[in-house]
């Protein structure tokens, strides 16, 4: 930057500066390009859970098999009470606990499972 002073005391009367616009540009591409990845960061981190609430029609487990090995996946399918049908993936223990005909409800606390016979509530968080 450059300045400039009046010839009587020395004062700054004016501001005469070069602007360097490339180190503008590469400041505010990297500044963009650091905001986009914290965007990206937070996106993934945010775990999203499917919202179902319904009553269990069926229930199947099965295994899937890599080049790794092989893992268990486990599957219920859910009926809402407009008679829509959602399949959801489930953890092996609340596969194990849910029943045909269990109430079973995920409002993105945890899944909970309502025994209507016996009014028994599990909670999963």
Not at 114 to 119: C, H, L, Y
């Amino acid at each position: 930057m450059e300045f400039s002073a009046d010839k009587t005391g020395g004062q700054w009367l004016g501001l005469r500066a070069k602007i360097p616009w490339s180190s503008v540009f590469w400041g505010l591409a990297v500044g963009a390009l650091l905001l986009s990845i914290c965007f990206i960061v937070w996106q993934r981190s945010e775990q999203r859970v499917p919202l179902y609430e319904g009553r269990i029609v069926d229930k199947w487990s099965g295994f899937s098999e890599s080049e790794t090995g092989s893992r268990a996946y486990y599957k219920l399918i859910v009926e809402d009470n407009k008679g829509g049908r959602t399949t959801v993936t489930v953890d092996g223990a609340t596969y194990e606990r849910a029943k045909i005909g269990m109430r079973i409800k995920n409002q993105g606390k945890g899944i909970e499972l309502k025994d209507q016979a016996s009014q028994n509530t599990f909670s999963f968080n």
